[in-house]
């Protein structure tokens, strides 16, 4: 699978906005973005996709705020994307430069904490932005 360049900026309900609400993705999801904090050799293989796209969507890009939030130099799937040929060379480089034009949070972990501290009583903003995912993305629950 080819997996487009990253999104140009993190979407308005990505986890890793300081801004997005707190509460629209599963513990699942949430439990993700610390693992990409560890030593390289510690992390995932796989790019961490945008999710606003299915993985198999030939829309399906790198998560903007997971490049501007993590080191680029240190991503173990951004070497092992490039290794395989899911992204080329210049997307490579592309998220290992990319700075974000909106405040990210530190660390996938701060990132998770943040999205987990309403999960179980999403507010309004969190509520709305679940609607329109369901509304982008039809199969989900």
């Known amino acids: 699978m080819t997996v487009l360049p990253r999104a140009p900026r993190p979407c ?8 997005a609400p707190s509460g629209v993705w599963s513990q699942e999801d949430y439990s993700k973005l610390p693992r990409y ?5 510690t992390q995932p293989l796989g790019l961490f996709l945008c999710h606003q796209h299915d993985r198999g969507d030939d829309r399906a890009r790198v998560c903007g705020g997971w490049a501007g939030c993590h080191d680029g130099d240190h991503l173990l799937a951004l070497r092992v994307a490039a290794a395989a040929g ?3 060379l210049a997307t490579a480089e592309a998220i290992r430069d990319y700075v974000s034009p909106v405040p990210l949070f530190a660390s996938g972990a701060e990132a998770a904490a ?3 501290r309403q999960i179980t009583d999403p ?3 969190a509520r709305r932005s679940m609607a329109k995912i369901r509304r982008t993305r ?3 629950p």
């Not at 308005?12 to 801004?19: G, K, M, S």
């Not at 904090?37 to 050799?41: A, E, L, R, S, Y």
């Open 37 to 41: 904090d560890g030593p390289t050799w």
């Open 114 to 116: 943040h999205g987990m």
């Open 86 to 88: 899911d992204i080329d």
């Open 138 to 140: 039809a199969h989900l």
């Open 12 to 19: 308005a309900c990505c986890p890793y906005r300081t801004d």
């Open 123 to 125: 507010g309004p903003d």
